[in-house]
């Protein structure tokens, strides 16, 4: 495969096996270009905390990044035994596109010019909007600007948090943690007012059980959050995953997926903004 830098022992033995077993067309015959993809591995960045949208229990992957992820690797050629997924927290995802640790990643990871700097970007698959997570009984905290002198969690590397920090800097104290799980457990033991991060990914921690009836999404969005496949910047990827995610809304998969993924949460995409068209590739 072309896009995976440094080859890992296991990498490499996949794409000798590969070399072997070429002319036995051993793969399914949905790849996008001739030349070895579909036999290897593909190792897909996603989060592992976020339920919903990426989320590891024991040995399953779940979520919506993962649904949309499965369904554009099957049409890059690779089956679902053949993609490796990885953690990605928000701080690590530009590294890890420009380091080749991943080779795509799917991880609520909102499309930035500052981001398209290092990385780049297919997609966007979908659109959600930062919000704030609040207790169930607080009615004082309706936006951003309720929030002075009060204690917000975010994560580290996000646009959330950095748009706390271009925008209410000096009202606002801001606590950084490395995942929203980690914020929502402080909120839930009182060492924090609120969370903020997009409404989908704070309306899927709010309906787990362990937080059912704990707290809510304030239902007020103040950004537009794109987003996209990361790639990295030489990968000649975008198109082809275009295309799928293209595929994908077009024969109601993407449909299905966020109405699955949904299910049981408090919440409804934005209608005018979803299911969004993909931005031409560079
Ligand atoms: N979509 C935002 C971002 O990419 C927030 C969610 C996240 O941290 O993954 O930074």
Known sequence: MKYGKPMTLAALAAATALTLTACGGSDDGGGESSGGDGGDSVRIGIKYDQPGLGFKDGEEYTGFDVDVAKYVAKELGYSEDQIEW????????????SNGQVDMIFATYSITDKRKESVGFAGPYFVAGQDLLV?????????????????????????????????????????????????VTMLGSGGVDAVTTDDIILAGLAATDANSGKFKVVGNPFTEEKYGVGISKDSDKCQAINDAITKMVDDGAWEDAVTKNTEGADYKYNEDLNPPTPDACA
């Open 135 to 183: 207790s169930q009984d607080n009615s004082d905290i309706q936006g951003p600007e309720d929030l002075e002198g009060k204690n917000l969690c975010s994560v580290t590397g996000s646009t959330s948090a950095q748009k706390i920090k271009d925008e209410y800097a000096g009202t606002v104290n801001l606590v950084e943690q490395g995942g929203y799980a980690d914020c």
């Open 86 to 97: 990885v953690e990605s927290p928000s701080a690590n995802r530009e590294n890890m596109l």
